[in-house]
């Protein structure tokens, strides 16, 4: 069974340029997940979709960040304009549903903003 | 405001022993908890959780407890090997049973 997957997996940016990562969960996941990991702090839940829906985006910082998840499968978190303080790990996550609480995350995208 | 706490940075154990990792949480409401592992450039990945209607769970060499009463739950791993040498998260499941809380972490070194 293949993983969640994510791209890039390393990213360098400017202030005030943008971004976009792209989230490939598993497969037949209606639940999909986006946190972000500051260095030092655990992962924080930023966008939750169920199928293409989203349940929670209470944390997103809804002026700069966005997310899609148009067809119920893939995703892209996008961030414009970017500031310094984006620097993090991207994750995303899935799971068979919304109350399956054991969730699987890719690998993340490690972003850098200079 | 941080609901879910694990107050250790870091762990070092030596091989064989058994390894405690401490996980505080504020929120009573908290009713499912879970224990991450990540190895570095990866993603977390699902250790072992608890319901909160149980005080211990066990899988293998890894054993969740949870005192609700003291709003604490530990990970015992025994024995400890190198290979369990990462970061280990603790979470919760939030009020509404969708979504992850997560700790700071704490990173565990097991030298053999």
């Known amino acids: 069974e293949a993983g969640v997957a994510q791209s890039p997996r390393y990213k360098i940016i400017e202030k005030r340029q943008s971004v976009a990562f792209w989230c490939n969960p598993i497969?037949?996941?209606?639940?999909l997940y986006w946190y972000q990991q500051i260095l030092g702090q655990g992962p924080k839940l930023l966008i939750q979709f169920q199928n293409n829906g989203v349940v929670d985006d209470s944390q997103l910082p809804k002026d700069r960040f966005s997310a899609e998840r148009l067809k119920g499968v893939d995703s892209t978190l996008k961030i414009q304009p970017a500031k310094l303080e984006d620097s993090a790990v991207y994750l995303c996550?899935?799971?068979?549903?919304?109350?399956?609480?054991?969730?699987?995350f890719g690998q993340g995208t490690r972003l850098t903003v200079v | 405001d941080q609901q879910v706490k694990q107050n250790s940075p870091s762990l070092s154990v030596q091989e064989g022993r058994i390894s405690i990792l401490n996980c505080d949480y504020t929120?009573?409401?908290?009713?499912?908890f879970l224990w991450y592992k990540k190895y570095p450039a990866e993603g977390p990945t699902f250790l072992i959780s608890?319901?909160?209607?149980?005080d211990k769970n066990e899988d293998g060499r890894f054993t969740v407890f949870l005192n609700k009463s003291a709003k604490h739950l530990s990970l015992h791993i025994v024995p400890s090997q190198p290979g369990d040498s990462a970061v280990y998260f603790c979470?919760?499941?939030?009020?509404?049973?969708?979504?992850?809380?997560f700790g700071k972490g704490t990173t565990l070194s097991v030298s053999s």
């Open positions: 929120n009573s409401m908290f009713d499912y």
């Open positions: 608890i319901s909160s209607i149980k």
């Open positions: 996550a899935s799971s068979l549903g919304l109350r399956d609480i054991e969730a699987f």
């Open positions: 979470a919760a499941l939030n009020q509404a049973g969708t979504a992850l809380i």
């Open positions: 497969s037949g996941h209606a639940t």
